[in-house]
Nanobody, 122 residues
Framework: VQLQASGGGLVQAGGSLRLSCAASGRTFSRYGMGWFRQAPGKEREFVAAISWSGTSTFYADSVKGRFTISRDNAKNTVYLQMNSLKPEDTAVYYC????????????????WGQGTLVTVSS
């Protein structure tokens, strides 16, 4: 599966952005999907994940209550709605796919998009 992330940009603290990740292939509904991020000088970290059907979601504590992951299997797309953004959310955001129902660790994802930069100004 090939992934293409989009929707990043510059936003003021407190603002919102919605990231999208479009996937190729006809078996998108059989992949758990995740969002990860990597800030300058830091390791890549888990942000959110969603199961095949979308019934199960998981979030990092740092984004819980502010970010929402969702998916539209008919459009082969996963989304990350980001509200109440903070400067510490500044990072390159990556979407990823795993054949497992859902995972929260980067090493268990075999397919990655190219990343989209989110910059939150204070």
């Amino acid at each position: 599966v090939q992934l293409q992330a989009s929707g990043g940009g510059l936003v003021q603290a407190g603002g919102s952005l919605r990231l999208s990740c479009a996937a190729s292939g006809r078996t998108f509904s059989r992949y758990g999907m995740g969002w990860f991020r990597q800030a300058p000088g830091k390791e890549r970290e888990f942000v959110a994940a969603i199961s095949w059907s979308g019934t199960s979601t998981f979030y990092a504590d740092s984004v819980k209550g502010r970010f929402t992951i969702s998916r539209d299997n008919a459009k082969n797309t996963v989304y990350l709605q980001m509200n109440s953004l903070k400067p510490e959310d500044t990072a390159v955001y990556y979407c990823a796919a795993t054949p497992a129902i859902v995972k929260v660790t980067a090493s268990e994802y075999g397919y990655w998009g190219q990343g989209t930069l989110v910059t939150v100004s204070s």
